[in-house]
């Protein structure tokens, strides 16, 4: 499907030449005289991009462009302005334009910005949920962090949404139409990421029968993300600085060259900066991938996305059965506004898929969600004050060892889904658990 753009300009000969160059080029057009219209128009189906005059009577450029950022954090604006007024679309800039041209323009410059700036119509399943305005924030600047070719690093606790981000950089991006692929560096073996990563040629080592290309490889065109890049041991961090600063890689057992056109983004659920510190991670590659940095808020932060991501997760968990999506009813949404969500989105995404399971009517009531707490009397965590006083931990460390406990209780000690539930890696999860052996906390399933 083409894409959509929005033309707003009061001059009606040059809106039709504009219009006129962006069907040429296959692109469908809304046109628009003024701000006023332009928002009313807005709201008669997905656009991808609006293009509109900075000098306009009655609501300008920047006020329209306020209006839809209030509305549409993601959507890319571009400001046309002529020569007396391009201070003023550099402030517009800077309240969230995604770019700006200077009139008078060729048809080039036009259709190359629009190409550059363009998004992917999306349907509202796909469309990241933005409603709280810490959410809407970071959208915003992921918008224009998005336009460049830059690396990213998205930090934020486990099961808060950075894959989204990443995604939504990509889609968003000039590499939209090329592969995205994913790499967890601590869901795999640390004798196989190199390889993984870097590709291989036949015979380089002990059952590589064949020749096979690396994740950067298969990257090509495209993006790339690192995620969980802090879990890398300190060897690797030096062989992919290498590739990022250089652009380009050798298998291992290989001698040619291979050019590498990749955007690499990065996450981590822990501070990075405190990992290079504690000497846990380079500094230098801290700094190659740190180019820009987004941090994604726990949802607990950011209650205004709890009820939409909620009534997401129920249509998508109703749609797979086939059912009409459940609504939720007052109770249920004050319960769900309260709840602290120690396992951000991914901890409400399985609460309300199990409440499509346990509603066998149309209203999701108080009694189909199960909390952890409410399901499970009996926490480890803070079951008795020696309990609280031999973790010896208070506030998120309490919050993040009766997730853990619950998580464990749920799935009967089973290692390998509690990672998966919690959002983290098998490894991240030993580790944790070590921890909580050496504090003399008990650990569900080790009975088992």
Known sequence: MSASVMVVEDDAGLREALVDTLQMAGYRTVEAGDGQEALSKLEGGPLDLVLTDFQMPGLDGQGLLERIRAHDPTMPVIMMTAHGTVDGAVRAMRTGATDYLTKPFKPTALLERVKRHCRITRSGADEPVANDPRSREIFTLAARVAASDVTVMITGESGTGKEVIARYLHANSSRAGGPFVAINCAAIPEQML?????????????????????????????????????????????????????????RLGGRSTIELDVRVLATTNRDPAAEVREGRFREDLYYRLNVFALHVPPLRDRPGDILALADRSL????????????????????????HAWPGNVRELDNMMQRAAVLCVGTVVEEQHLRFGRADAPVAIVDASADSARATGSTGLRAVELEAITQTLRDVVGNR??????????????????????ADGIAVPGDQV
């Open 194 to 250: 190199e390889a993984t990563l870097f590709g291989y040629e036949k015979g380089a080592f002990t059952g590589a029968l064949k020749s096979m290309p690396g994740k950067f490889e298969l990257a090509h065109g495209g993006t790339l993300l690192l995620d969980e890049i802090t879990e890398m041991n300190l060897g690797l961090q030096a062989k992919l600085l290498r590739v990022l600063q250089e652009r380009e890689l050798e």
């Open 315 to 338: 249509a998508r968990a109703a749609g797979a059965t086939g059912r009409p999506a459940p609504g939720l009813a007052p109770e249920a949404r004050k319960r769900l506004l309260a």
């Open 416 to 437: 390998r889904a509690a990672a998966e539930r919690l959002g983290i890696s098998e490894r991240t999860l030993r580790y944790k658990l070590a921890r909580m052996r």
